[in-house]
């Protein structure tokens, strides 16, 4: 259920399209209304409402410096201007902050019906898009959780893809835009920091360490040697002679 907020000197009009509003049988409930842009303005702050419908022409704040201010609030609410006036200047600086419409007064109920089961269904895709979002952050956090334990077996990209049920080239956009890496790169990083951990006991030779992490190059008899950008200054202990 979406919050609608109605705001409009004229009591009869407010009263008019609640009544409408209330009547049409669409997942919409009347949250509050004011009289003017000032009561207004307090009023989208307290609700927090979904969707205002507001007066172009009020006291205290007009609809358009209503509207402004809820921007700067960063108050998402769609927004829908009615007005008695049709007037070009009014439609065009609605329509340049991203007003979602702009109704005639009297105020058609087929109009506004249409109006508001379009903001319904932007609603509706906003919503959806944010769960989503939210289960892909669960999925990854599951996924980076799972590279960092098996990091040293045998992982693939792939795997994980089939696993979660998510083709390779979304995940692989996945785990760039989170960890600002790519997935080679980032189970390469891993792998080298538990190569780095295990060279700390000294009863563990190269040669072990370097079948332990898969992946990591076994030619460790080079001094001093580094492996690419992911390890830039970390020095490896030597190779003891033969």
């Known amino acids: 259920m979406y919050q609608v907020f109605l705001a409009d000197d004229e009591v009869w009009e407010r009263k008019g399209m609640k009544k409408i509003i209330q009547e049409m049988g669409l997942p919409l409930t009347v949250s509050g209304e004011a009289e003017d842009g000032i009561a207004a303005w307090e009023g989208m702050k307290k609700t927090r409402a979904d969707i205002l419908l507001a007066d172009i022409r009020m006291p205290g704040l007009t609809g358009l410096e209503l509207a402004r201010r809820m921007q700067q609030e960063g108050m998402e609410a769609k927004v829908i201007f009615i007005s008695g006036y049709a007037e070009f200047a009014y439609a065009k600086q609605a329509l340049k902050m991203g007003v979602s ?6 105020v058609e109920e087929e109009e506004l019906r249409e109006a508001l089961e379009e903001l319904i269904r ?5 919503k959806e898009e944010v769960a989503k979002k939210g289960r892909d952050a ?3 956090q599951q996924i980076v959780q799972e590279i960092q334990d098996g990091c040293c077996g045998d992982i693939t990209l792939k795997a994980l ?4 049920y998510i083709s390779g080239s979304r995940l692989s956009v996945l785990l760039k835009d989170e ?6 790169n980032y189970l390469a990083s891993i792998r080298i920091q538990k190569a780095k951990e295990w060279m700390e006991d000294e009863t563990l030779s190269l040669e072990a360490i370097a079948k332990m ?3 990591v190059p076994a030619n460790w008899n080079v001094p001093t040697k580094c492996i690419g950008d992911l390890t830039t ?3 490896f202990r030597e190779m003891p002679e033969s």
């Open 213 to 215: 992490v898969n992946g």
């Open 179 to 184: 960890l600002g890496m790519s997935f080679p």
């Open 101 to 106: 419409d702009y109704l005639l007064k009297p």
């Open 122 to 126: 932007q609603l509706d895709g906003e």
């Open 233 to 235: 200054g970390v020095t």
């Open 138 to 140: 669960s999925i990854l």
């Open 161 to 164: 893809a089939d696993k979660y």
